[in-house]
C-alpha cells in the first residue's frame, strides 16, 4: 500500500487554504449513540470511560463513521476532560454527563495537580491513535484534540457543566493569582498533549474552547485568549490547528489572530461573512445546524447544498457541523450530508 504524505489530504490541504476539487468533510461526535454500532460497543464495555481507555475499543469506535460515511477524517475517540483525570482530579460518566467530585476550590488544589507527561498517563490515546492511523484509509486525515484552557478550567472549578460559570468567575475576579496558576498549569497540560498527539500520527489538533464565549470580549482578551495563545505557540509548525469557541460571534477576528490555521463556527454564525470579516487569514470550519439532521434526507441534503453554494467554493473551507451530532440523528441524514459535498467533485 502506498502511504500518502500529510500534505496530500484533502482536510491538511483546506486548512492551508489551497484550492481544492471539493470541501473535505467530517463531524464533530461523528462516532457516537447515533450508530447502532457504537451502542453495541458500548454496552460492551460498561460505559464511555471504559471505551476511551482501552484502545482497541476507542480504535474501533473512531473508525465507525469512516466505514460507514467515508468522511475525509477521523477524530480520536476520547474526551477533553481526560488530561484533568490524568492530573489527578477524579473523573465520573453517567447519564448526566460528566462530573469532577473533587473540583479545585483554592490555590493548594491547583498546586495539588500533577504535571501532566502524556507518554505516560495518556499512553491508551498513543495507542488508539497507532492502531486507527494501520486501519485509516491513506487518503483520510487523522484529527486529535484538546481542550483550551479555559474551558478545562471551567469543569475543573465547576465540578461540571455549568450555566452561570459563578464559582469560575468568582475565581477570576478574586483570587487572580490562584486563577492564573491552574491557567498555567492547564496551558502546559494542553500543549503537552496537543504535541503528543501529532508525534502519533495526527494530522491536524482541534482546540475545544468550548466556553470561551460565556465570556464578554474583555474579560476573553484578560481571562483566556492568553493561555489559548500560548497553548497555540507551543504547537506551532508541527500540523494544522483549528480552535472552536462555541457562542463565540462577537470574538471571531480575535480568534482569527490567536495564531492557529483554522477556526471552527458554531451553527450562529453567518458563514460567508466570516470569510468576510477575518479577510481570507485563516480556514473556516463549519457550519451547518446539528439540529437540521433531525430533518429526512432530502432537507439535509438541500440545506447543505446552500451553505456550500453560499460559500461559493472559496479556498479554506471544511464542511461540518457548527457542533457535536445528536444522539437522535438518523445515520442516513447524515449519509445525504456527506453525499451532498462529495457530489460536488468539480
Not at 491538511?12 to 457504537?38: C, D, F
Not at 492530573?87 to 454527563?97: A, K, N, S, T
Not at 495537580?113 to 498517563?121: G, R
Not at 497555540?232 to 460571534?249: E, M, N
Request: glycine letters at 8%.
Amino acid at each position: 500500500m502506498t502511504t500518502l504524505g500529510t500534505d496530500e489530504r484533502l482536510l491538511v490541504r483546506a486548512l492551508r487554504r489551497e484550492p481544492l476539487s471539493r470541501t473535505p468533510v467530517w463531524l464533530m461526535r461523528q462516532a457516537g449513540r447515533y450508530l447502532s454500532e457504537y451502542r453495541a460497543v458500548r454496552e460492551r464495555a460498561g460505559g464511555f470511560l471504559q471505551m476511551v481507555r482501552d484502545p482497541e475499543l476507542a480504535a474501533e469506535v473512531t473508525l465507525q463513521p469512516v466505514r460507514r460515511f467515508e468522511m475525509d477524517a477521523a477524530i480520536v475517540f476520547s474526551d477533553i476532560l481526560m488530561p484533568l483525570q490524568a492530573m489527578g482530579m477524579p473523573l465520573v460518566f453517567d447519564e448526566g454527563g460528566p462530573a469532577l467530585p473533587a473540583p479545585v476550590c483554592e490555590r493548594g488544589h491547583v498546586e495539588a495537580l500533577k504535571p501532566l507527561v502524556p507518554a505516560e498517563s495518556l499512553s491508551y490515546v498513543g495507542e488508539t491513535l497507532r492502531l486507527v492511523r494501520r486501519e485509516l484509509p491513506d487518503e483520510t486525515a487523522l484529527i486529535g484534540f484538546c481542550g483550551a484552557p479555559f474551558t478545562l478550567a471551567s469543569y475543573a472549578v465547576e465540578g461540571g457543566t455549568a450555566r452561570s460559570f459563578a464559582r469560575l468567575r468568582s475565581m477570576m475576579y478574586r483570587d487572580s493569582g490562584t486563577f492564573e496558576l491552574l491557567m498555567d498549569r492547564l496551558a502546559e497540560a494542553a500543549a503537552a498533549h496537543l504535541r503528543y498527539q501529532a508525534e502519533r500520527g495526527c494530522d491536524v489538533l482541534v482546540l475545544f474552547d468550548t466556553w470561551a464565549g460565556s465570556l464578554g470580549r474583555e474579560d476573553w482578551l484578560r481571562y483566556a485568549a492568553p493561555w489559548t495563545r500560548r497553548v497555540l505557540a507551543q504547537t506551532a509548525g508541527i500540523v494544522p490547528r483549528v480552535v472552536f469557541a462555541g457562542h463565540a460571534d462577537h470574538l471571531l477576528e480575535d480568534l482569527a489572530a490567536l495564531g492557529a490555521e483554522g477556526i471552527g463556527l458554531d451553527h450562529r454564525t453567518d458563514l460567508p461573512g466570516t470569510f468576510e470579516r477575518t479577510g481570507g487569514k485563516v480556514a473556516l470550519q463549519g457550519n451547518l445546524d446539528p439540529a437540521v439532521l433531525l430533518a429526512g434526507p432530502e432537507e439535509v441534503a438541500r440545506r447543505t447544498h446552500a451553505l456550500l453554494d453560499a460559500v461559493d467554493g472559496r479556498p479554506g473551507h471544511v464542511l461540518s457541523l457548527g457542533h457535536g451530532v445528536l444522539k437522535e440523528t438518523d445515520p442516513e441524514c447524515v449519509a445525504a450530508f456527506v453525499a451532498a459535498v462529495k457530489e460536488r467533485e468539480r
